[in-house]
């Protein structure tokens, strides 16, 4: 009987400690799953939904839309000059100035010995000077006369013939060392070939929110650029308020003669960076919009042409995109307890 009860109890203190350890065991799974629960990440309600095609659209109502003082306008419609895009370069104008200078220094003695070759021909013809004289001088002169056109041949062959033909040279060359004017050129990418002779260039520096500067066609670049292999043109900025200096490169729109390009203007408040690109919303409903890209190419005073993306009489957010952006991006925003 004592045995029974001995083994009774042993079995009772067993079997509390084994249901001890369950029981903890079961409280410790609870904690660790409730830590595990809030340590998942709470997303953003979104607005956001897929089209039909694959587009973005946003849905914002029109209390929210009011609460973001939103306002969307029509895109008007506009036309631009047909273009091809290059790569524009400020040219160095040290080997012109130097070369204009051997040129005026060439004219100068040509202009002395014509006048002396004339003296002495005068003398000559009267008896006052001889045959040996007048044949000496005359070499001089012709000796100038090839110097000078020499050096127009070199300001042709490396400069062009616009250039070489300038009216008043020296005044040209001045302008271009104080960089009050900046010689560019715009070389096009191998394989473009224009139709027409340029009408004119718009240069755009690196930064994109800058104006664009126009510049008068002046002529064919006299060579090809080893490295892009496409056909050159030279440009002239009148004025040079922008400083270019020799080597700046940016890019160059050479406009031709014929059909503009129809599209619109974007105002510059329409306009969203994302991911390297500008982007506008367009209102597709009383309370949905989506963001489409355009190119920024074509900057003018009043915002952007754009002619693909986006076309004229379209609805475009131009107050209150960059919440819309922000609105779009939260959903991708993840929240931790």
Wanted: contains cysteine; hydrophobic residues 45%; charged residues 25%.
């Amino acid at each position: 009987m004592k045995k029974t009860l001995r083994a009774f109890l042993v079995l009772l203190i067993a079997t509390g400690a084994a249901g001890g350890l369950i029981f903890a065991y079961l409280e410790m799974s609870k904690e660790r799953k409730a830590d595990a629960e809030s340590d998942k990440a709470v997303v953003a309600k979104s607005r956001v939904k897929s089209g039909a095609n694959g587009e973005t659209i946003l849905t914002l109502e029109r209390e929210d839309q009011a609460r973001i003082a939103l306002r969307a306008e029509l895109l008007r419609p506009a036309k631009f000059p047909r273009e091809l895009r290059g790569f524009a370069r400020a040219m160095d104008p040290s080997p012109l100035v130097a070369l204009a200078a051997e040129l005026a220094s060439a004219q100068a003695a040509l202009a002395a010995s014509e006048k002396e070759f004339v003296r002495v021909k005068r003398l000559n013809e009267q008896a006052n000077a001889s045959d040996r004289a007048l044949q000496a001088v005359e070499a001089t002169a012709r000796h100038d006369q090839i110097a000078v056109e020499s050096i127009r041949l070199r300001l042709v062959s490396g400069w062009g013939a616009a250039i070489a033909e300038q009216p008043d040279l020296a005044v040209f060359v001045r302008s271009l060392a104080s960089l009050e004017s900046a010689l560019v050129r715009i070389d096009l990418p191998a394989g473009q070939m224009p139709k027409g002779a340029p009408a004119g260039a718009r240069i755009v520096l690196a930064s994109a929110e800058g104006l664009p500067i126009s510049a008068q066609w002046l002529g064919p670049a006299p060579n090809v650029d080893p490295q892009i292999q496409g056909q050159g043109f030279l440009f002239l900025v009148k004025t040079n308020s922008l400083r270019l200096a020799p080597g700046s490169a940016a890019s160059g729109y050479i406009q031709f003669e014929g059909e503009a390009v129809s599209g619109c203007i974007v105002p510059d408040s329409a306009v969203v960076r994302h991911a390297g690109s500008g982007w506008v919303y367009l209102q597709t409903g009383e309370d949905t919009f989506t963001r489409r890209e355009i190119a920024l190419d074509h900057r003018l005073e009043e915002g952007w042409f754009v002619s693909t993306g986006v076309a004229a009489n379209q609805r475009v957010v131009v107050q209150a995109a960059q919440v819309l952006l922000s609105e779009e991006q939260k959903y991708q925003i993840k929240l931790f307890d």
